[in-house]
C-alpha cells in the first residue's frame, strides 16, 4: 500500500466499513512500543526489545522502541493511555505500573482497567524468599514458626516503601499470621548485601537479583512465590506448597494497547505474540533473562490484572502504607 493509498484511508476512517478495511491492513506503518524505563535498566527493556524484534518481522513493519521513563513506569504508561487508539502505540506494561501504583500513588493519571486494552501478558520473573545463613530456618514452615515464636524480632528489608519487595514482605505477613519489622533501604543492591552480611534476616526480591548470592552459598533460598515452581530454580519448593497457599508475587511483562483498540487489531498482535512466545528461540532468550514464558490471551489478562490490583490494594491497606 503507497502512502497516498494510506492516507486517504486514514481520513476515509470516519465511517465503520473504512475502520474495519484499516483494521484488516494493519500495520501499515512503523509501531512505537513503549518501555517505561530506562534502555538497558531493567528485564522489561531487554525483553520488550527482544519482542520488538521478532515483531517487526511477524508483522512486517518495524516495531521501534521507545524508552519513556519516570516515575516508576508511569510516565511512559500514561503515554500510552492517552494515545490514539489504533495499533501504532504499544506498552510494555509491568505490575509496578499498572497493579501496585493505583495504591501507592494518590494521583494516578490514568485508570490501568479503564485506559488500556490488554493484549498480553507473556513473561513473569517469580520473586524468591532467602534468608541470611544465621537464621535457624531451612524452609518456609520453619520460618513461619520462628516468626510466630518471635512476633516482631525477625525483620524483612526491601528496596523502599511501596515497592514490590517491601509488599512481598506484606504479604506474606498477612498470610502466614506473622510479625515482622520492615526494613527500607534506597534500592535492592543494598538490601540485598545486607542480606549476605546479616543485617536482615529475609529478602523477598526478583529471582535475577538473588541468584548469585544463592548460588555461591551467601544466602539461602527457601521458596519461590510463583504457583508452580519455577524451570529456573526446580528444586526449590513454592511458598504455597510450604502452607501459604496462594501466595503469589512475580514481576511480569505485558503488552498493552490503548482503551478501544479494534478487536481485529488486538488479535492480530496477541497471535503473533503467541506465536513467537511458542518458539524455542523466544523460549531461550527468556529463560537468560532469568524469567519464564508467562503468557494470557486478553481476556485472561484482563481478569488477571484487575485480580493483581485488588490483591495489592488489600496490602497496602493493611501495611497502612501512605499513597505518596
Known amino acids: ?7 486517504a484511508l486514514t481520513v476515509s476512517c470516519f465511517t465503520p466499513i473504512a475502520c474495519h478495511a484499516a483494521d484488516q491492513n494493519y500495520p501499515v506503518r512503523p509501531i512505537r512500543l513503549i518501555v517505561p524505563f530506562p534502555p ?6 531487554i525483553l520488550g526489545r527482544a519482542l520488538a524484534q521478532r515483531l517487526s518481522k511477524a508483522l512486517g513493519e518495524q516495531v521501534v522502541v521507545d524508552n519513556r521513563s519516570g516515575a516508576g513506569g508511569t510516565v511512559g504508561s500514561d503515554i500510552v493511555a492517552k ?14 505500573a499498572l497493579a501496585i501504583a493505583p495504591s501507592v500513588y494518590a494521583k494516578l493519571p490514568y485508570d490501568p482497567v479503564r485506559d488500556f486494552t490488554p493484549i498480553a501478558r507473556f513473561a513473569a520473573t517469580p520473586y524468591v524468599m532467602a534468608l541470611h545463613n544465621g537464621v535457624p530456618a531451612r524452609n518456609v514452615k520453619e520460618f513461619i514458626a520462628l516468626a510466630k515464636a518471635k512476633p516482631g524480632k525477625l525483620n524483612f528489608g526491601s528496596s523502599g516503601v511501596g515497592g514490590s519487595p517491601h509488599l512481598c514482605g506484606e504479604l506474606f505477613k498477612t498470610m502466614a499470621g506473622v510479625e515482622m519489622t520492615h526494613v527500607p ?3 535492592g543492591a543494598a538490601a540485598t548485601i545486607d542480606l549476605a552480611g546479616g543485617q536482615i534476616d529475609m529478602l523477598c526480591t526478583g529471582l535475577t537479583a538473588l541468584t548469585a548470592p544463592i548460588e555461591s552459598g551467601k544466602v539461602r533460598a527457601i521458596g519461590i512465590a510463583s504457583l508452580q515452581r519455577s524451570a529456573l530454580m526446580p528444586e526449590l519448593p513454592t511458598i504455597a506448597e510450604q502452607g501459604v497457599p496462594g ?9 498493552l494497547a490503548p482503551a478501544r483498540t479494534p478487536p481485529p487489531i488486538v488479535a492480530r498482535l496477541y497471535a503473533e505474540i503467541a506465536k513467537i512466545m511458542n518458539t524455542e528461540d523466544m523460549k531461550s532468550f527468556i529463560f537468560t533473562q532469568g524469567s519464564d514464558v508467562a503468557l494470557m490471551a486478553p481476556q485472561e489478562f484482563a481478569a488477571y490484572l484487575k485480580t493483581d490490583i485488588a490483591k495489592w490494594a488489600k496490602v497496602v491497606k493493611a501495611a497502612k502504607i501512605q499513597p505518596e
Open 1 to 7: 500500500m503507497n502512502k497516498i493509498a494510506i492516507a
Open 40 to 45: 538497558g535498566s531493567s528485564s522489561n527493556d
Open 83 to 96: 494515545s490514539a487508539p489504533d495499533g501504532y502505540t504499544l506498552l510494555v506494561g509491568t505490575a509496578g
Open 185 to 187: 533501604y534506597k534500592g
Open 247 to 255: 501466595f503469589e508475587v512475580s514481576s511480569w511483562s505485558a503488552v
